[in-house]
C-alpha cells in the first residue's frame, strides 16, 4: 500500500547532513560524500521501473547494494537483500518465497563517482517499503525474514551515536547484523566503511584504521580474526561491538587488552528477534535485571532454559507457503540459545540444534569452546561431535593457536595436556575433549559465524 | 608393546584420568564390572582407533559385543591381524 508519511532512509540521511560535516560511504574503490549522495539517478532503468514492486537486490559487492537500497526505499513496495553467496540454482525457489517480481543487479545500476546518466524524476507514489534478511542457514535454503522500516530501525535510538562516527563493520550489509551497522551510521550523523567483496582481513583493517574508524562491529569470530592478523594495532576504534555469536569472556578481555581505551560492548540480536539488548560492562552474559525490563524496552522470557524475546525491532514473519511461524503464542521469538543462571547473570551456553549427544548426555559446544579458549594459547576453537561405538559421540575440538611471538616454537602437546586439564577441573567428564587436534584455521561462514555441521 | 599390554595401559590411565576405581584385569572380568563406564570404554575404543587406526566395534558386522576383557583384547588382537 503506498503511504506518504514515512521519511525513506534517503531523506534521514539528507537531514543530519550539512555541507560542513565530511561524511562519506566508502569502500576501497568508491568513496561517496553524503552530501552529494544522489542514488535515485543511478539506476539505469530509473526509479519508475521499481515503483510498487518486490525488488530483489542481488550484486556482486555491498557498495552497489547498499545504493541501490537507499535508491528503492520508499519506491518500492519490497527490498529483498540478497547475500553475494546464495547459489544461482536457489534464487527462483528464493524469488516465489518472497514475491520477488525482478533482480537489480551490478549492470543496473552505476556505483563509478560522478554522476553518469540523466532520468527524469517523475513523482511516484510512496510506499513502506519492506525489507527482506535471509537467515544464515548451516544447509539447505535460507529462509527470508519480514523487517519494516519501524523494526529495523527500532533499535536505532540507544545513544550509540556520538558526534560524526566512522562506523565499520566485518559483517555484510546485505546481514541484519551488517545491515543494523548501515543504517545506524547513515541515518545517525556518521559515516560507513564497507569491506569490498574478498578483501583480506589485514587490508581491510589498515584500510579501517586510515579511513579513521572510531565505532566498528563483528562476530566474536570476526575479532578472533582480527587478534590473529598481525595487524589489530592499525585501527584505534573507540568502541567495539560483537554480536551474532556468544561471547566468551576471553575475547572480551582479549580485545580489552588489545584495545585498551575502547569501550566493549556485546550485543544479543539475531535476524528474526532484532537486536534485543546489549551489555556494556565487559563481562560475558548478561545481567539477571535484562529479563524483567519492561516495555518499551524488549521483553525478555526464559522458556525450557532457551532466550525468548519479543520487541518492536523483531520480525513481523516468514516469507514463504511452507515457512514456519515466528513467534509464539505469546508473540515470542524463540532464539534457540540456551542460557543458565549463574550468580546474577545469565550466562550463553550453546545453540539448542548443536547439541552433542555423548551417551544421553547434552554437551554445548559453545560451553567447552569457551574453557579452551581461556588457555592463552589459544585463538581459537571448534568443538564438534566425534562418532563413538559407545556413547554415540565423544568430545573431539579443533584449536588455533595464536600467532607465535619472536618465533618461538611452542610443544602442541604441552598445550593439549593444559587444556585438558584445565577442561577437567571446569567441565563434567563427558564435556571434556578426548581429541584436540592443532589447525590453522576454522572456517567462519560469510555471517561471521563459525562454520558448523549439525549431525 | 604387544596389544595385550596396550589395552591394560590405557585402561589403568583412563581410570586414573576418570578417577575410577579399576578391580584388577583379567581377562573374565566383565567390562561393566571392571570399574569402566560407558565414557571410559568410549575413550579407550577412540585412543586405540587413534593410535592403531581400527575400530572394530564400529567396522563388526559381527554384533557380539565385547562382554569380558578378554574379549576386548582378543577383538583388537584379531582386527591387527
Known amino acids: 500500500m503506498p503511504c506518504n508519511n514515512r521519511e525513506t532512509f534517503l531523506e534521514k540521511i539528507r537531514a543530519r547532513t550539512t555541507p560542513d560535516k565530511a561524511r562519506f560511504i566508502s569502500d576501497s574503490d568508491h568513496s561517496f560524500s553524503l552530501s552529494m549522495l544522489n542514488v535515485v539517478n543511478r539506476l539505469y532503468k530509473g526509479p519508475t521501473e521499481y515503483s510498487g514492486r518486490n525488488v530483489m537486490i542481488r550484486t556482486h559487492g555491498q557498495f552497489a547494494t547498499a545504493l541501490a537500497a537507499l535508491a528503492l526505499d520508499g519506491v518500492a513496495r519490497r527490498i529483498l537483500l540478497c547475500p553475494a553467496d546464495i547459489p544461482d540454482a536457489q534464487i527462483p525457489r528464493l524469488m516465489q518465497d518472497g514475491e520477488a517480481e525482478l533482480i537489480l543487479t551490478d549492470a543496473d545500476i552505476d556505483v563509478k563517482i560522478g554522476i ?143 584495545y585498551p581505551q575502547a569501550k566493549i560492548g556485546h550485543a544479543y540480536a539475531s535476524t528474526e528477534a532484532g537486536v534485543a539488548f546489549s551489555v556494556d560492562d565487559g563481562q560475558a552474559g548478561f545481567p539477571q535485571s535484562v529479563p524483567n525490563a519492561v516495555a518499551p524496552r524488549p521483553n525478555i522470557r526464559i522458556v525450557d532454559g532457551t532466550l525468548r524475546v519479543r520487541s518492536s525491532a523483531m520480525a513481523s514473519r516468514y516469507l514463504g507457503a511452507t515457512a ?49 579458549n581461556l588457555h592463552p594459547a589459544v585463538a581459537m576453537s571448534r568443538v564438534w561431535g566425534q562418532p563413538s561405538p559407545i556413547t554415540g559421540a565423544l568430545i573431539a575440538a579443533d584449536v588455533v593457536l595464536t600467532p607465535k611471538i619472536d618465533g618461538i616454537e611452542r610443544d602442541f602437546s604441552d598445550i593439549r595436556q593444559q587444556i585438558i586439564a584445565a577442561c577437567r577441573t571446569a567441565l563434567a567428564p563427558h564435556k571434556v575433549p578426548v581429541r584436540l587436534i592443532e589447525v590453522s584455521e576454522i572456517p567462519v561462514m560469510t555471517s561471521g559465524k563459525i562454520e558448523r555441521h549439525h549431525a | 608393546m604387544a596389544m595385550r599390554d596396550t589395552i591394560i595401559e590405557m585402561m589403568t590411565n583412563i581410570a586414573q584420568q576418570q578417577r575410577k576405581p579399576l578391580a584388577p584385569l583379567q581377562d573374565d572380568l566383565n567390562l561393566l564390572s571392571s570399574g569402566l563406564d560407558s565414557l571410559c570404554i568410549a575413550i579407550l575404543v577412540a585412543e586405540l582407533d587413534e593410535e592403531f587406526g581400527i575400530d572394530p566395534l564400529s567396522s563388526t558386522d559381527d554384533h557380539n559385543l565385547p562382554v569380558t576383557v578378554g574379549d576386548f583384547i582378543r577383538l583388537y588382537e584379531n582386527a591387527m591381524q
Open chain 1, 324 to 372: 514456519p511461524t515466528l513467534v509464539d503464542a505469546d508473540g515470542y521469538v524463540d532464539t534457540g540459545d540456551i542460557v543458565e543462571q549463574r550468580g546474577d547473570r545469565y550466562i550463553f551456553i550453546g545453540r539448542r540444534e548443536g547439541v552433542v549427544n555423548v551417551g544421553g548426555l547434552k554437551v554445548h559446544p559453545e560451553e567447552v569452546e569457551a574453557t579452551i
Open chain 1, 116 to 258: 553518469a546518466i540523466e532520468v527524469d524524476i517523475v513523482a511516484l507514489p510512496r510506499f513502506d517499503t519492506e525489507w527482506v534478511l535471509f537467515t544464515s542457514g548451516t544447509s539447505g535454503l535460507p529462509k527470508l525474514v519480514l523487517h519494516s522500516f519501524a523494526s529495523l530501525t527500532g533499535p536505532l535510538g540507544d545513544g550509540l551515536s556520538p558526534d560524526q562516527p566512522v562506523w565499520g563493520t566485518f559483517y555484510d550489509i546485505r546481514r541484519y547484523g551488517g545491515l543494523q551497522i548501515l543504517l545506524r551510521a547513515l541515518t545517525g550523523a556518521g559515516s560507513m566503511v564497507l569491506s569490498r567483496t574478498d578483501e583480506k582481513i589485514h587490508d581491510f583493517i589498515t584500510r579501517l584504521g586510515n579511513m579513521g574508524v572510531t565505532h566498528i562491529s563483528g562476530t566474536p569470530s570476526h575479532w578472533r580474526r582480527v587478534l590473529m592478523s598481525g595487524v589489530a594495532e592499525k585501527m584505534n576504534p573507540s568502541y567495539i561491538r560483537l554480536s551474532g555469536e556468544m561471547a566468551g569472556q576471553d575475547i572480551l578481555d582479549c580485545l580489552h587488552s588489545a
